[in-house]
């Protein structure tokens, strides 16, 4: 299942294909171009503007894939076994606008990303940083030997005229 996003703006491309920016961070090309795609929306001023607010999927965020431009916020201060958050623990989702990233030091990590179905991966410290798009319920099960911390990463955007 893709996860849907708002969309929250459009521009044009180099060659003149309009994209649309969704809340998440990520843009999307919104082509009309029957048969394959039926999107005559997009060809006008009142059909993109239609458009804002309702949702696109967003098969980037699927994927675990943090969009370009994401401004740095916070790190979270290194997490063992012991002294993770009991919120950690539980399932909780990042805020909207805000991307986290899981860096595990030592030990294993067990992130279960709650969707429909549901998506365990296991952690190893020689893993890259794992991204967590936001609003997507998860919750986190440390090893005994974890060490770990987050860093979290804010949506950046355009003011429009």
């Keep these: 299942m893709t996860t849907a996003r708002a969309i929250t ?3 044009l491309d180099d060659v003149g294909d309009w994209v649309a920016e969704l809340a998440c961070g ?3 090309h919104v082509r009309h171009q029957p048969p394959f795609q039926e999107r005559p929306w997009v060809l006008s001023e009142e059909g993109r503007r239609g458009r804002l607010g309702l949702p ?11 969009p370009e431009g994401l401004r740095f916020v916070r790190d979270t201060p290194e997490w063992t076994h ?8 539980r399932s909780h989702r990042v805020a909207d606008d805000t991307w986290g990233e899981v860096h595990l030091l030592e030990g294993t990590v067990t992130f279960v990303f709650e969707s429909e179905p549901a998506r365990t991966l296991t952690l190893d410290p020689n893993d890259p940083p794992l991204a967590i798009p936001p609003g997507v319920l998860h919750h986190v099960e440390p090893s005994s030997s974890a060490r770990l911390y987050l860093s979290f990463y804010g949506v950046a955007r355009s003011i429009a005229p």
Aim: charged share 30%; with cysteine.
């Design 9 to 11: 703006g459009f521009h």
């Design 26 to 28: 990520h843009n999307q």
């Design 56 to 66: 696109l999927e967003c098969p980037l965020c699927d994927r675990n894939e943090m």
């Design 82 to 89: 012991d002294t993770l958050p009991e919120g950690l623990r």
